[in-house]
């Protein structure tokens, strides 16, 4: 690439050329949604161009996804947010923690694993403690920055930590309601037994997912 003195290289046209289909995108896909429900209308286009990009710049998919997020926030998030009240259980288990910003001035959240315990009739609750965990990390995101990176420690993880149907709900809620806010989430301390309950929730995954998953391997 050409050092800066006034001409536009290839790069630059490229990136200003996808810049622009996408705000372009972003103004179709809001007049269709708003049509569909007047709320949009408080929505910023940084919200609607995830969607988009989580649906690769396909308006109507990524307008059907964009609907039924907020379907499921008006079903969860009723009040506008999430007391901890609604979620004791969850966060008496002390397993999720925010630790400052890594060198791309994203928040790092670090989960341990073996804290977590399910419980019979929990799901619901922990649907909400996702939900809760991702809108505390959302609104404290540093200006200009859309993504975050996790660390999920499994050291001493074992099978009455086991929770297939709620890791699919995470995962659910993190792929579909607040898509392309995960940067990075590295597994460490992963052990074997771990592995079992991965190949059930791998499939799952959806291959923009996969690529920001690392260090999966037993130790």
Known sequence: MEESNGIITEEEENATEINEIEQSKVRLMRAFVEREDPSVKEVDDLMIRRFLRARELDIEKAS?????????????????FISPSEIPNELAQNKLFMQGVDKQNRPIVVVFGARHKPYKGGLEEFK????YTLERICARMPAGQEKFVSIADLEGWGYTNSDIRG???????LQDCFPERLGKLFIVHVPYIFMTAWKVVCPFIDSKTKKKVWNIFPS
């Open 64 to 80: 059907t996804l964009f609907l039924k997020y907020l379907s499921w926030r008006r079903s969860i998030i009723p009040n506008g």
């Open 128 to 131: 909400r403690f996702v939900a």
């Open 167 to 173: 890791y699919l709900a995470a995962l659910s809620i």
